[in-house]
């Protein structure tokens, strides 16, 4: 690779010839912080006073602490405001709760069981991994059936009737439900049985 940086960009197409005289202009116009002439060849004297070491230094500090400052006050604000923000998400998911509750109060809410002893395992995809409650033969039906659909409310697994979806989701479009699939009509294995000793 030859030539200088601004002319493989020039190649490249990134840059025009403004653009790449523009920044030489301003590479120019910068001053360079090492000293320059015969002052960077002198060393200061003994016994006098360096006033110029001696002002310059702590001017230095106190911008190096004041940049410092300036940063941990961002820092500090952008916790709060990021605070703030997780408060107001937790606030309005707890008053979409008690919406979603008080439209649900007259539809029976299921709740899945605690105790898997003669219970059947039921699986449904969450946010792109398998999660698993546990379930009564009646309660297992009925989803297969399509009559309860599972979902979350305040944070809990709960299984609702199909009919208080659209309640559900006309106070909260976001809110996860699953619905068990319907056989599709067009499945080219509609014909064919699933064996009996297949386990999922």
């Known amino acids: 690779m030859s030539g200088s940086f601004a002319d493989q960009l020039l190649k490249a197409g990134l840059v025009s010839e403004d653009d790449v005289t523009k920044a030489e202009a301003d590479k120019r116009r910068r001053p360079s912080n090492k000293p320059s002439g015969k002052s960077a060849k002198r060393k200061p004297r003994r016994g006098l006073p360096q006033s110029k070491a001696k002002h310059s230094a702590p001017q230095g500090v106190a911008n190096k602490e004041a940049r410092k400052a300036h940063a941990a006050a961002n820092k500090v604000s952008e916790a709060e405001r990021e605070k703030r923000a997780k408060q107001e998400q937790a606030e309005q ?3 979409l709760n008690i919406q979603l509750l008080n439209a649900l109060q007259e539809q029976a ?7 898997p002893e003669g219970k059947v395992k ?6 792109g991994k398998i999660r698993g409650i546990y379930v009564t033969a009646e309660q297992q039906q009925r989803l297969a059936d399509g ?3 599972i979902t979350l409310i305040k944070a809990k697994t709960k299984m609702i009737p199909k009919a ?3 309640s559900v989701l006309e106070i909260d479009p976001d809110r996860f439900i699953y619905e068990v699939p319907r056989e599709d009509p067009d499945d080219p294995y509609k ?8 386990v999922w």
């Open 109 to 115: 809410i299921e709740e899945p069981a605690t105790d």
């Open 191 to 198: 014909d064919y049985a699933v064996p009996d000793d297949l």
């Open 93 to 95: 998911r707890r008053l």
């Open 122 to 127: 039921f699986n449904y995809p969450y946010e």
């Open 164 to 166: 208080a979806v659209a």
């Open 147 to 149: 009559e309860l659909v």
